[in-house]
T-cell receptor, first 114, second 109 residues
Framework: EAQVTQNPRYLITVTGKKLTVTCSQNMNHEYMSWYRQDPGLGLRQIYYSMNVEVTDKGDVPEGYKVSRKEKRNFPLILESPSPNQTSLYFC?????????????FGNGTRLTVT | RKEVEQDPGPFNVPEGATVAFNCTYSNSASQSFFWYRQDCRKEPKLLMSVYSSGNEDGRFTAQLNRASQYISLLIRDSKLSDSATYLCVVNRGDDKIIFGKGTRLHILP
């Protein structure tokens, strides 16, 4: 089944404790992206990647890192999480034919930082 | 001006009615356009792409007006299961995909 898999679904952590949210897709998509969704603010792009070893900042990259060592994986790293990073996070992928097209989303990761 | 703007709603509409959503975008170089549906606490799912010629999928019709930088979605004969948040999404042309904040729709029995 074609899918984007994020883990974990729920995560509660404390300020400053490094964490990684994994994202994997099995559709051979070039484009992958991370979003956070907050009430009243909608979906905001954190980082995106057009292909392996190519990553770019989105609109809200501060406090996050990503890597794209393989086509299928695009982990999101929070080196020192803070309470303002409490949010619902989505990973998404898309084929890149003439620019990113329709996005396929993972199920989301609900992160709470205390 | 926001890059992608939608009326946040909520729209409370009786079952069977026709509902129209509008969306405007600010970047005239934007290349592709989509409507997504998002149920509460779930991931967004593609509803339909939007083409200049207009396109229809069952009860759903999408239109794009590039001159006015305006996208619309029409839902006919609305069902209870259409209750969700509808997101207008624009590929800005520089490989950045911008989401509107969404319009909440409640279909009333």
């Amino acid at each position: 089944e074609a899918q984007v898999t994020q883990n974990p679904r729920y995560l509660i952590t404390v300020t400053g404790k490094k964490l990684t949210v994994t994202c994997s897709q099995n559709m051979n998509h070039e484009y992958m992206s991370w979003y956070r969704q907050d009430p009243g603010l909608g979906l905001r792009q954190i980082y995106y990647s057009m292909n392996v070893e190519v990553t770019d900042k989105g609109d809200v990259p501060e406090g996050y890192k990503v890597s794209r060592k393989e086509k299928r994986n695009f982990p999101l790293i929070l080196e020192s999480p803070s309470p303002n990073q409490t949010s619902l996070y989505f990973c998404a992928s898309s084929p890149k034919t003439g620019g990113p097209g329709p996005l396929h989303f993972g199920n989301g990761t609900r992160l709470t930082v205390t | 001006r926001k890059e992608v703007e939608q009326d946040p709603g909520p729209f409370n509409v009786p079952e069977g009615a026709t509902v129209a959503f509008n969306c405007t975008y600010s970047n005239s170089a934007s290349q592709s356009f989509f409507w997504y549906r998002q149920d509460c606490r779930k991931e967004p799912k593609l509803l339909m792409s939007v083409y200049s010629s207009g396109n229809e999928d069952g009860r759903f019709t999408a239109q794009l007006n590039r001159a006015s930088q305006y996208i619309s979605l029409l839902i006919r004969d609305s069902k209870l299961s259409d209750s969700a948040t509808y997101l207008c999404v624009v590929n800005r042309g520089d490989d950045k995909i911008i989401f509107g904040k969404g319009t909440r729709l409640h279909i009333l029995p």
